[in-house]
């Protein structure tokens, strides 16, 4: 099932099956770098999987051109991540590993990140996702086997505060759906605030499965905030009606998104009145989408529309790469080691075949990627970072053609 990768990606197999036997445990070195893709080609987030994908086949064809890893082609395995906690993931997992990969980039959520990191990491397996953002993954107990080109909660939390500071904010309510997730993008947002001089107004939690937040977004204005920051997944459609209802919607305040709350349930919800969601603005992680590999993604065989975390899928194969060029084998515990390394502190350099040839004449690099800067902390996390912010047009669509861009960390 394991085989080289076209540009396009479409020689590689999907890795959907279990088997019996016992799955293979890294760390032995077969001077071959074997990795595999763990990419929601169905559920939830599978609008991310094309544009994953194909990033990781180029990067793979990239490195290939340039002579390998090793002097031999990388090998590559796709496995379907599915929905965050069911079935797939686990079986797509087991079988990656039971295809004897050195590392799988992936998968794109964090909840998919925490239900199998100790089944990868436990098989001396390197885990490097592009997208995962929970600030849990920090400080998890992965033997050092743990890595991600997205950036963590913790800097949203800066990139949110920062926006809403440039937005003219002098004051700030938050509304975060109760939970990990809302309470920890409330948390942090409220620390960069704070860092900032602006004023938290008040903090709401909410039951996203309430259907009455009448109460809620009542405190919401009483504290009379310059803006408001809504942080959740499901429930924010509802939440956002009852501001509006209240008289301080997108139309009336500053309104901004984290980036769990802009999805479906939110469109979803003013599907009648989509005007309504004008001018309410997302902060959303990942970097801009360099108009090069733009140009690549979209003439693969199937053409990607949404390249989300692509640069970010395409620079964890790369830096995968360098890291075992670096550290002269596909162990992949030897490799986890070096993949700080190749991020910081040495000569910058912009592609794999640059990069490769420094690391020949025995220099120290520095990989500035597709998604930028990187620079790895020594947890494994980006300490710069890309965000978009995207605003609701008269229509009530996001008009991403026209995103800002700032930048943390």
């Known amino acids: 099932m394991v085989g080289a990768c076209s540009e396009s990606g479409q020689d590689a197999q999907s890795a959907t099956t279990t088997s019996t036997s016992a799955p293979q445990q890294g760390g032995e070195g077969s001077d071959v770098l074997t990795l595999g893709a763990l990419v929601p080609e169905t559920g939830e987030l599978a609008f991310l999987g094309p544009g994953l994908t194909a990033a990781v086949a180029l990067a793979i064809a990239d490195v290939n051109e340039a002579g390998g890893v090793l002097s031999s082609p990388v090998e590559l395995a796709v496995a379907d991540e599915g929905e965050a906690e069911g079935e797939q993931v686990d079986a797509s997992t087991e079988t990656l590993l039971r295809e004897g990969v050195d590392g799988i980039v992936g998968p794109a959520s964090s909840v998919a990140a925490l239900h199998v990191i100790d089944q990868v990491t436990g098989s001396n397996v390197l885990l490097f996702s592009p997208a995962n953002t929970a600030s849990e993954l920090t400080d998890y107990d992965d033997s050092g086997l743990y890595f991600r080109t997205a950036p963590s909660d913790v800097l949203q939390g800066e990139a949110l505060a920062q926006a809403l500071g440039e937005d003219g904010a002098v004051s700030v309510s938050i509304a975060a759906t109760e939970g990990d ?203 710069v970072a890309s965000f978009a912010v995207d605003v609701f047009g008269p229509e009530g669509r996001l008009l991403v053609a026209e995103r800002e861009y700032l930048e943390v960390g």
């Open 181 to 383: 997730y809302g309470e920890q993008i409330a948390d942090f947002t409220a620390d960069a605030l704070e860092a900032e001089g602006t004023d938290l107004a008040t903090t709401v939690l909410y039951d996203p499965a309430d259907d009455d937040l009448a109460d809620e977004v009542e405190d919401l204005v009483a504290a009379d905030a310059d803006a408001v920051l809504v942080a959740g997944f499901e429930g924010t459609g509802a939440l956002v009606q009852e501001m509006v209802r209240q008289g301080i919607g997108p139309t009336e305040r500053i309104v901004y998104g984290a980036n769990g709350s802009c999805a479906e349930d939110l469109i979803e919800a003013f599907a009648d009145d989509l005007a309504a969601l004008q001018g309410m603005k997302c902060v959303v992680p990942g970097a801009p989408v360099p108009q090069a590999l733009m140009d690549r993604l979209q003439a693969a065989e199937e053409p990607v529309e949404d390249p989300t975390h692509a640069p970010e899928a395409y620079d964890a194969v790369v830096i995968t790469a360098l890291a075992a060029e670096s550290a002269g084998t596909d162990d992949p515990l030897t490799v986890a080691a070096e993949v700080v390394g190749v991020t910081t502190d040495g000569t910058p350099c912009e592609t794999y075949a640059g990069c490769l040839a420094l690391l020949g004449e025995g220099e120290d690099i520095d990989y500035q990627g597709q998604s930028g800067a990187i620079e790895l902390s020594e947890e494994g996390d980006p300490t």
